[in-house]
């Protein structure tokens, strides 16, 4: 596991790059900023027309096509509603997933070194916290963003609890492609910069996904001065060790992964998965250098599709999608980034590396850099 503090690099000529789509961006968590004695909320809806985000036309193309891999897919976003943000907490929890306790060590380890570099940023509170209080302790005048699609789970977030005197907390109600345009306005160009993408979140993307969309991030924070990204990789290709930490005994993957399902009637408006004729697996790529979720018919499935005019008109006759006993159905992807990999990463994206931490356990990534 490694974090990287880079720059965007001024020599390199970016063009704009659609990264960080409404169909694979990721969510981070929401911080609360508290007055007096009162919790206020303070999120800002930064929402492209302020629409809820509709993924059904996404998980009926999944379904109908297959991927480069010869998958049928369901939109990995389908993970990350109210639900699945509190689901996920209970997977950085087990035992065997070693992505969370790695990162913390390291940010613990570093976080007023990081924190010298930091002005606004975004991330997950359970480990920014660690660096906004380190600016807290440098005495330095920020405004922490976070980044959030739930407005649920941005109440909940926090709780109010950590209060600072010189970090001032808000919430960014939206996706990634939101927060791009909110962060290049005039108002926040003038501002030194910096973005956290922490929690491995890249290796959500693949590769050539996760260098368009950095190349975004870089070409609008070279519009400013002073700024920054701090990003999180995971390096690790134990096999073993990886499969433990996406396939715990507990069971909390699975429920994770599982709710993908129920996420996906909510935003269908009608039941089109039922769990009991699924099941999940996971699975090491060793060839992509990934681990893979799957839902996995455990009979022939027929998923129906209404379109919104058969909705509106409530009618049933309608051709379903077949998916054959044992078929996978492929939800989300963990990537890991090797030395060869982040250099690939940082040269597509226009950007360099100015600092680099590794944790201690030399067995996450080939020649010790992990």
């Known amino acids: ?22 169909e694979e961006a990721p969510q981070v968590d929401i911080s609360i900023e508290t007055k007096s004695e009162e919790r206020h909320v303070d999120i800002i809806d930064i929402r492209n027309g302020r629409q809820p985000l509709d993924l059904a036309p996404a ?10 891999h010869g998958h049928r897919t369901l939109p990995s976003l389908l993970l990350w509603n109210e639900q699945g943000l509190k689901l996920f907490e209970e997977v950085t929890c087990a035992p065997a997933y070693y992505l969370t306790d790695t990162e913390i060590a390291l940010l613990a380890a570093h976080s007023h070194e990081l924190a010298r570099q930091i ?40 709780g109010g609890r950590h209060c600072f005197e010189h970090v001032r907390c808000h919430g960014l109600h939206g996706t990634y492609d939101d927060g791009q345009v909110w962060i290049a306005r005039p108002e926040n160009a003038d501002r030194p910069r910096c973005i956290l993408s922490l929690g491995s979140t890249l290796g959500s993307l693949a590769p050539s996904e996760a260098a368009a969309f ?3 991030w870089a070409e609008i924070l070279k519009a400013g001065s002073g700024s920054r990204v ?38 269908l408006g009608y ?5 009991r004729e699924w099941t999940k697996r996971g699975e090491w790529d060793a060839e992509a250098k990934r681990h893979v979720q799957y839902l996995v018919a455990l009979r022939e499935v027929d998923v ?32 890991k980034f090797d030395d060869e990999a982040k250099e690939r990463l940082w040269k597509e994206s226009g950007l360099r590396v100015a600092r680099q931490f590794v944790s201690e356990d030399r067995s996450y990534a080939p020649d010790g850099d992990v």
């Open 1 to 22: 596991m490694s974090v990287e503090l880079c720059v965007p690099n001024p020599r390199a000529v970016v063009s704009s790059l659609g990264g960080g789509s409404a």
């Open 59 to 68: 998980i009926r193309a999944g379904l109908q096509h297959r991927n480069e």
């Open 119 to 158: 002005e606004p940023g975004s991330g997950s509170l359970r480990k920014t916290r660690l660096l906004l209080q380190a600016v807290e302790a440098l005495g330095k005048r920020v405004d922490y963003y976070a980044l959030d699609l739930g407005q649920l789970f941005c109440d909940d977030a926090g």
């Open 214 to 216: 950095l190349k975004t």
């Open 230 to 267: 701090i990003i999180g990789l995971d390096g690790c290709k134990d096999a073993a060790k990886v499969f433990a930490a996406y396939n715990d005994p507990g069971g909390a993957n699975r429920r994770f992964i599982f709710n993908a399902l129920d996420s996906a009637n909510a935003h």
């Open 271 to 275: 039941e089109a998965f039922r769990g």
């Open 304 to 335: 129906p599709f209404l379109d919104d005019e058969q909705q509106q008109q409530q009618q049933q006759q309608v051709v379903p999608v077949t998916v054959k006993a044992g078929e996978k159905v492929e939800v989300g992807s963990s990537y």
